[in-house]
C-alpha cells in the first residue's frame, strides 16, 4: 500500500511541492491548508484529500489527524510545514507572539502528541518539519519567527533523539530564501538578504527526497548553512558580527510603505 502523507501548510509554497513530489512517488496526501480554495486546487492537482482549517491550534490539530486517519486509514508520514512570519522585534505585540508560536512550534508538539502512541506502537512513524534556515542560524527583522524557528528545530532534534531506536524517523527542513509570497511578503529587506540566493520550492522537495535516501535528520537545500551553522557555533561573535553588519545594511534601506 503506498504510504499516507499529510501536508500543513500544503496550499503554496514549499507545502504544495512536498505534496506534488509524495503524490509523485505514489503517496496518497492529505494537503491541509488554512485556505481552504488553495488546500482543494492542490489536493485536485494531486489527486489527494483537501483539509480546510487551524491546523495550529489543539482542536484544529486534532480534527485534521482524525480526518487524515478516515481518509487515510494510517498516516506515514506528517509534514509539519505550515508557518508565519510576522515583522518585529521584542516588541510585537502578545498576539503575534503567541500566534507565530503556536503556528510555527505547538503546532508542531501538537501533532506529534497525537501521532506518536500509534507511531511507537507499530514501530514505524515519519516526522518532517519545515524549520527554516532562521532555526539553525537567526532571522533578521522578525523576532518571532527566529525564536519558533529554533524551538521547532529543538523540538525535532529532542523526538529524534528520543525516539529513533523506537523507528520514528525525524528530519528538519532547513532552507534560507524561498520564491513563496512569504518571501514575496518581506519587501526590500527580505530581497537584500534572500534573493540573492533563493531557489524554486520544488528544489526543497528535491533536497528532501535525497535526504530521505541518505537518512539525514538536517535537509539543507542551500548547502552553505551547513557553514554559517559552523561558524555560528565555533566563531560565535564573529557571526554575530557579519549578521550585525546586514542589519546596518537593512536599516539603510528607506522605510517600505
Request: with cysteine; net charge negative.
Amino acid at each position: 500500500m503506498s504510504a499516507g502523507v499529510v501536508v500543513t501548510g500544503g496550499g503554496g509554497g514549499i507545502g504544495a511541492a512536498l505534496a506534488r513530489r509524495f503524490a509523485a512517488e505514489g503517496a496518497r496526501v492529505v494537503v491541509a491548508d488554512l485556505n481552504g480554495d488553495a488546500a482543494a486546487e492542490v489536493a485536485a492537482e494531486v489527486g489527494g484529500t483537501a483539509f480546510a482549517g487551524d491546523v495550529a491550534s489543539e482542536d484544529g490539530v486534532a480534527k485534521l489527524i482524525a480526518a487524515a486517519r478516515e481518509t487515510l486509514g494510517e498516516i506515514d508520514v506528517f509534514c509539519a510545514n505550515a508557518g508565519i512570519a510576522p515583522f518585529g522585534g521584542e516588541q510585537s505585540t502578545e498576539e503575534d507572539w503567541a500566534r507565530t508560536w503556536d503556528v510555527n512550534v505547538m503546532a508542531h508538539v501538537r501533532a506529534s502528541r497525537l501521532l506518536l502512541p500509534a507511531w511507537l506502537e507499530r514501530g514505524k512513524g515519519h516526522f518532517i518539519a519545515t524549520v527554516s534556515a532562521a532555526g539553525l542560524l537567526t532571522s533578521l527583522g522578525s523576532a518571532p519567527y527566529s525564536v519558533t524557528k529554533h524551538g521547532a528545530l529543538a523540538l525535532a532534534e529532542w523526538l529524534s533523539a528520543t525516539y529513533r531506536h523506537r523507528g520514528l524517523t525525524v528530519q528538519a527542513i532547513c532552507p534560507q530564501g524561498v520564491r513563496t509570497a512569504m518571501l514575496e511578503s518581506t519587501g526590500e529587506r527580505g530581497k537584500l538578504l534572500m534573493e540573492a540566493s533563493a531557489i524554486e520550492p520544488a528544489q526543497v522537495a528535491d533536497a528532501l527526497f535525497a535526504a530521505i535516501e541518505e537518512k539525514r535528520f538536517l535537509v539543507l537545500p542551500h548547502e552553505e548553512v551547513a557553514q554559517y551553522y559552523a561558524a555560528r557555533a565555533t566563531q560565535t561573535d564573529r557571526w554575530l558580527g557579519g549578521m550585525n553588519k546586514l542589519q546596518r545594511k537593512m536599516e539603510e534601506l528607506p522605510e517600505e510603505a
